[in-house]
Each structure stands twice: as C-alpha cells, then as structure tokens.
C-alpha cells in the first residue's frame, strides 16, 4: 500500500513532529508532500528515508499547487491520501479527488474554539472548510474535545474517526548527560533552574505570562522552544522586563527531547489546546507540568499523570507554583501511565486499520489483494 501525505508545512510544530514521529511505525511505503516552508522536520524526515516533495506553493491562492499535486498523485499511484493542517486539507483533498485516490483521510491537529491554526476563524473559513471536508471519505480528529468541535461545525458523525496524537515515550527518557551537554551548548548554567516553554510562538501560547512571571523571581532562568510570529514581540518583552539575559530562544529544533532534558520544569499556559502534545513529551522527558489546558491529560484519570499540574489561566497560580518549585527543586519522576496510554505504535496501527477498511469500502476488494499490504 501507498500512501502519500500531504502538509501545509514542515516547520518545527506539533502536527508536524507528529506526522515525523508517526512514519516509521505505519505498515505503508509513504511519501510525504508539503506545500511550502519545507523546514528541518523535512530534513528529519528525508533523513529516516521518507521522500519529501516539494511543493512551492507561492501562497494561499496559489492555485497551481492542486494540478502538481494531483500530478504527484497519479505518477505515484497512491491508494491512499492523508492530509495535515487546513490548506493542506482543502488543497490536498480536492487534488486526490482529481487524480481518483481510492481512500482520502485527513487529520484535524487544530481546531479551536475561535481558531485554526492561529488563524481567526471567519464565516468564509468555515464555509471552504466544511466543502473541502465532504471530498474525504474519513476526518480524524487527534481529541474528543477536536471531534465535539468538528459536530458542532456540520461534520456528520459517521466520518469522524478520534484517533489520538501519539509518543515515543523512549525518545523522550531523560539522560543527565544530555542535560549537561545541552546546557552549555545553550549558555545555561549547569546549577540554574530553568522553566521551560516548547510551541509555536504565537499569541495563543501565551509564553509572555512565562517570561511575565520570571522576572518576579530571582535567578531563575527560561528556554523557549520553536519559531513564530511572536518572536521578536517576546524578545522585546523580555528586554523590557530586564530579563532578556535569563531567557534562551532556542527557535526550531528536531531535538525537542534534547532541550527537555535541559528543563527543570515545563510550562504550558495555552488558554486553548487541541491535545497537548508538549505536555505528554515534558512528562515523558520525566518534567513536573504547569498546564492551563490539555485535552491529552485532562481525557484520562487524574492517576494517569500525576506529574502535571492544571492550574488556572493567568499569571498569579503560575508565579505561585514556580516560586514554590524554584525554592525546592525538582526531581525527574518516571514516565506516567499517559505516556504509554498514547504510544505512536498505537497510533499507528489505528491508521493501517484506517486505511485498510477505507480501501476495502471504496476499491475493488481484489485490487487490494493484488497490491497487498506489507
């Protein structure tokens, strides 16, 4: 079986490092095409001998993306087409018809209350939303929180499918080795304590109540994970506040699980998430968790991560509890119950599952014989 998926982009996000960490455990040849910004999880991905095809999409109404990649589609003779993020989805899903792929699913990584994917989401999104969902055949949802939002859009509930975000919970075990090395290759004190932050940095992370909070408590310092248009707005806030020298931007990184080791405690004070997926790899990396919302933790037993603390959004809980953490210190605590819960092997054998009864719905049965799957 052939798969081919399709993403907006491959820059350091979560759907991005989940599309990265889902491919070597599904039961498929896939091949992945990105639309634009090809960044260094494209280089992660080519790496692990996954081929890459770039796109060029010169911008949102760039038109000319759907003939290549229904072109990539037939040259490739894909039986199956999944699509990540929302101009992926509209263009992708639409291309697949075009090139006649038997089954087309897509993945809905971010959806909010009031945005996609940081954008605002208006009548007009909706609206191409919606049209471009009824081309797919199956939308997954990677939360129930994600699959109530998709219902309450107009998605009929018999194409739904809520199959979880997944971990390598391995990648993520905690190696004071790796700690000292980061933390001089980053220029952070072997003693500091260092409060983590890992997202895009756009407004609805909220990472300038972190940096808002740090400048209350002394010697404490702070490490940014990723890339977004926010950078240069908390840099500024971070030089305003006079901390600027007790904050690393560490910007975009494949080695997430490098810098978490780096942490002496995650913080994720998001007022909206989708499912989290930073928090579950803080409290793989074995990290105590500040978090305002994370649908990943907040659908399971409060037993299933003990480590991760929900507190309520804004500034005065926060500088709180890591005023109380910075006095004491923290140990490295053993991956909880929810990390295994949301292993990526799991995953991914419910999308070959996917995947198969989508063929078996849409294909001739003996088509699928003959290509097999392996």
């Known amino acids: 079986m052939k798969v081919l998926h399709v993403i907006t982009g491959l820059a350091a996000g979560g759907a991005e490092q989940q599309l990265r960490a889902l491919l070597p455990h599904l039961n498929a040849r896939c091949e992945v095409a990105v639309l634009t ?15 890459v095809h770039h796109l060029g999409m010169r911008g949102n109404r760039d038109l000319s993306v759907i003939g290549k990649l229904a072109r990539l589609m037939r040259k490739g003779d894909f039986q199956v087409v999944h699509t990540h993020l929302y101009r992926a989805c509209v263009y992708g899903r639409l291309a697949a018809r075009l090139a006649g792929v038997p089954a087309i699913v897509a993945t809905e990584h971010s959806i909010g ?20 969902e009824l081309l797919g055949h199956s939308t997954v949802a990677v939360s129930r929180s994600v699959a109530e939002r998709l219902g309450q859009w107009g998605v009929p509930r018999s194409r739904i499918e809520v199959i979880a975000n997944g971990i390598d919970g391995a990648a993520f075990k905690y190696d004071p080795v790796r700690r000292k090395r980061m933390r001089a290759c980053l220029g952070l004190p072997e003693e500091a304590f260092v409060v983590g932050g890992v997202g895009r940095l756009e407004r609805g992370k909220r990472f300038d109540l972190l940096l808002d909070v740090m400048a209350d408590i002394e010697s404490v310092h702070a490490l940014i994970v990723g890339a977004g248009t926010e950078q240069h707005a908390l840099q500024e806030l971070a030089r305003r506040l006079g901390v600027a020298d007790r904050v ?101 054998g419910q999308f070959d599952a996917l995947y198969r009864r989508l063929l078996g719905a849409t294909t001739d049965r003996k088509y699928v014989k003959k290509e097999g799957f392996r």
């Open 113 to 132: 209350l009031t945005r996609i994917e940081g954008r605002r989401i208006t009548a007009p999104v909706r609206v191409l939303y919606l049209a471009s």
């Open 248 to 348: 690393v931007f560490a910007g975009e990184s494949p080695n997430v699980a490098g810098l978490l080791s780096a942490m002496d405690v995650l913080v994720a004070p998001s007022q909206e998430e989708t499912f989290g997926l930073a928090v579950l790899e803080g409290l793989a990396a074995g990290l105590p968790v500040l978090y305002t919302t994370c649908p990943a933790v907040d659908d399971l037993p409060a037993f299933a991560a003990p480590g991760a603390l929900r507190i309520p959004y804004g500034r005065d809980r926060l500088r709180l509890e890591l005023r109380a953490l910075a006095a004491t210190g923290t140990e490295r605590l053993p991956p909880p119950p929810a990390v295994e819960h949301y292993d990526i092997r799991r995953q991914a």
């Open 37 to 51: 910004n090809p960044g260094v999880v494209a280089d992660a991905i080519k790496a692990g001998g996954v081929p």
